[in-house]
């Protein structure tokens, strides 16, 4: 009685407050969507005098989707009819156009036409591609040229995304519910807004040298984690398993390593040149004569010094070496061991004697 007292009080003390919380309270009612809601569809009798002003889109593609194009594309130009967009193939340019009428009555048809012709020539099959019309399905075009600068690494990586037979790009399709196909520079996927996320973080992902069984590891909990109810607005990171980005390709250490020496402001000090050297011996101040002298004692002071290492070098073939010396146990002049009784030794022949002579 005494809590509820104190809430009125506050209550009637703070009105701000509670109309506060009160809307506070009908923000979060109104942001939880219910399970199983779909947004209604927008039909022709929503806007039934059509556009007003003339909306169109062009887009090119390669020489080797002209067969193609050329094949399905009655199919496009019946399917946009219905909504009324106008679709133009000009082989000759090499491009694609769509355009609203004054019969299209859908303001947002002429994004998912333009979605449909880029994903065309992205060399996505006419079967997927419609699906693009729908309200509830979506694409995402992920470019993945310019991720990596080396065109084999590119190349490796992006085999690595297709994987054994495409049983990598078919995980992430099932996992993801979308349509992935790699063609060329860009990966182009259709499906949900959550799958096409997922989609595009694995092959971003792979392009930065994340291996895709990694976050197609974490997509298996996370679709596990979904089912149960009392996990599912909870926190799932203690769940999602945790890689650490090691670096395998160590670079060569050199065979001399040089200590880095400790930064000084000063410059070095500057070497003597020859006159000072010369200056410091005492040469400078001596004559020619003198100084020939003094360089043939030099010399002669090496050549008997590499004479004497020569020398040394040579007798070196006539030294003996050394002999190994043999240990021999007992009694070194009478060569016998003096651990061994030779009384006790008799005894056992002498005994060992009697014994054949009494069998015989």
Sequence with gaps: SEGTCTNM???????????KDGEKQGQD?????PDGWKE???SKEDNPHGM???SSFATLFPKYREQYLRECWPLVKKKLAE????????????SMTVATTRKTWDPFIII???DLIKLLARSVPYEQAVRILEDDVFCDIIKIGGVVRNKERFV??????????GQTLKAVELLSQCYVLVQGNTVAAIG???????VRKIVLDTMKNIHPVYNIKALMIRRELAKDPVLKNESWERFLPKFKHKQLSKRKQPFKKREKKEYTPFPPPQPDSKVDQQLATGEFFMKEKEKKQRKRQQQQVREAEAKKAQQERRKKAFVPPEEPTHKVKGDPTTGTDSSIDVEALKKKIKKSQKKKFGSQ
């Design 40 to 42: 209604p569809g927008f």
């Design 9 to 19: 009080a506050e209550r009637s003390e703070n009105p701000d407050r509670s109309d």
């Design 29 to 33: 009612e109104l942001l939880t969507v």
């Design 112 to 114: 998912r036409a333009r």
């Design 83 to 94: 909504f009324g967009v106008r679709a133009v193939l000009d082989v000759i340019e090499g």
């Design 156 to 165: 490796k990586r992006r085999q690595r995304l297709i994987g054994p037979n």
């Design 192 to 198: 949900s807004h959550k799958g096409l996320r997922d």
């Design 52 to 54: 007003l002003e003339e």
